[in-house]
């Protein structure tokens, strides 16, 4: 217990001391080795961006789950007790755009905080999952939850993002164009 207690305050801490946000973040894929991630700062919040290897790839298409419209609206009303309106409207609707798909590319970009606990999510590359330290939860590298977070049914958000010429373009609100 004391030990999710701080992994929850050093999050909240690291969040809120976070520098002032650039109009966009670039970040090139080349330079994030197949199999591997880079954690990048977007509007203050952790973001996750993988390179997909093959068996990561194959562990997203074995996740039998299936997301529906209410699992996301689970996820907003979640958050939209604790972040910003503006936030929260940009993280779902870049998520329920994307659904979640795998966009004949082996790059995905997913907000680095646990909509359960709001913790920041660990990798578990030699599992080949995500997991929330705090509640435990799991999930595939699509965000979708494993097995044992079924009951609750949520997912992990994506902000809102473009692949141009093998970069990553995270936008902020200025720049952020719904699809």
């Known amino acids: 217990m004391m030990i999710r207690l701080l992994l929850i305050f050093l999050t909240l801490f690291s969040i809120s001391t976070f520098s002032q946000e650039k109009s966009k973040i670039e970040v090139d894929i080349k330079t994030i080795p197949v199999g591997e991630f880079k954690q990048v700062e977007w509007r203050g919040y952790p973001v996750y961006i993988f390179n997909l ?33 503006e936030l929260t409207n940009m993280l779902y609707d870049s998520t329920v755009n ?33 997991e929330d330290p705090c509640s435990f939860s799991k ?21 809102p993002y473009q692949l141009e010429n093998n970069k990553v373009l995270l936008l902020n609100n200025a720049s952020y164009e719904k699809k």
């Open 53 to 85: 290897n093959s068996k990561q790839i194959k562990s997203v298409s074995e996740n039998s789950f299936k997301i529906e419209q209410s699992d996301f609206d689970k996820v907003y009303n979640r958050l939209s007790t604790i972040y910003s309106s």
């Open 98 to 130: 994307r659904r979640r798909t795998l966009q004949s590319t082996n790059v995905v970009v997913l907000f680095g905080v646990s909509p359960e606990s709001l913790c920041m999510f660990i990798v578990k590359s030699e599992q080949v999952q995500l």
């Open 139 to 159: 999930f595939s590298y699509d965000g979708r939850p494993l097995s044992n977070n079924i009951k609750k049914r949520l997912v992990l958000l994506s902000p």
